[in-house]
C-alpha cells in the first residue's frame, strides 16, 4: 500500500468519525453543564436553609431557532456534572432547568457548610431563586448563551435580602465540538459562583 492510499484510508476514516460525533450530538435530547465547583468552605457552618427554585421565564424554550437546529430532539434535559479543582468530573444526572439550579445552588451552599433541608421544614431560612432568563442562540458561527435569576432570602415569609444576577458567554463554533455545552457550562459556572451569598446572609443578619 503506497503513502498516497494511507492518506486517503486515514481521511476517510477521519471524515466517519466525525460524521458519527455530528450524528451522536445532534440526536441528544439534553444538553450537558459542567459546573465548576468552588473549594470548601465553613463560612456558613451551622446554618439551615431550604431552596426553592422557579422558573419564571417568559420564553421557556431555552434555543432559539437557529440553536434548536443544531439539537433538533432536545426536551429541555440537562445533564449536570460536577467539576473539582482536581479535574476530577462527576456525573450529577440529568433533569429539567429548575432542577438544573436546585442541584447546582445545593452544592454551592454545602460546600459553604450549610445544611440544606427539606423546603417543608418553614423553620428554615427560605433561599429562593427565580429563573428569568435562559437562551441560547447561534449566529455568524458562534455559540452565545444568557443567563438571569433573583436570589432572595426570606424569614418567616418576608424578604429579607435579594440580589439579581445576569451574565453572557460566548464561544466559536467548531466542527466536531459540543460548543452549546461548552458556552453553557461557562456560563452556568460564572453566574451560580458569582452570586454573593455571603452577603444575602449578612443583611437578613443569619451571620
Known amino acids: 500500500m ?39 468552605t465553613q463560612t456558613l457552618s451551622g446554618q439551615r436553609v431550604r431552596i426553592q427554585v422557579k422558573d419564571m421565564r417568559e420564553d421557556t ?11 433538533p430532539h432536545f426536551e429541555e434535559r440537562y445533564s449536570l456534572s460536577w467539576v473539582k479543582e482536581s479535574n476530577l468530573r462527576i456525573s450529577v444526572g440529568q433533569s ?12 454551592r451552599l454545602t460546600q459553604m457548610g450549610a445544611f440544606v433541608v427539606p423546603a417543608d421544614e418553614s423553620s428554615a431560612p427560605l433561599f429562593q431563586i427565580i429563573i428569568q432568563t435562559m437562551k441560547i442562540d447561534l449566529k ?9 435569576f433573583e436570589a432572595s432570602l426570606f424569614m418567616d415569609n418576608q424578604l429579607v435580602a435579594k440580589e439579581t444576577v445576569n451574565g453572557s458567554a ?6 466536531g465540538r459540543k460548543g452549546a455545552d461548552d458556552t453553557l457550562s461557562d456560563i452556568f459556572t460564572d453566574i451560580i459562583n458569582r ?5 444575602l446572609f449578612q443583611q437578613a443578619k443569619l451571620i
Open 2 to 40: 503506497n503513502q498516497f492510499s494511507i492518506r486517503q484510508i486515514t481521511l476517510q476514516l477521519a471524515i466517519i468519525a466525525l460524521l458519527l460525533m455530528t450524528a451522536a450530538c445532534s440526536h441528544r435530547n439534553y444538553l450537558i453543564v459542567d459546573y465548576q465547583v468552588p473549594a470548601e
Open 61 to 71: 424554550k431555552t434555543l432559539t431557532p437557529a440553536a434548536a437546529a443544531e439539537f
Open 96 to 107: 429539567d432547568l429548575t432542577g438544573l439550579f436546585q442541584e447546582a445552588f445545593q452544592k
Open 140 to 148: 455568524d458561527h458562534t455559540w452565545t448563551a444568557k443567563v438571569a
Open 170 to 175: 460566548e464561544r466559536p463554533k467548531i466542527i
Open 195 to 199: 452570586l454573593n451569598i455571603i452577603k
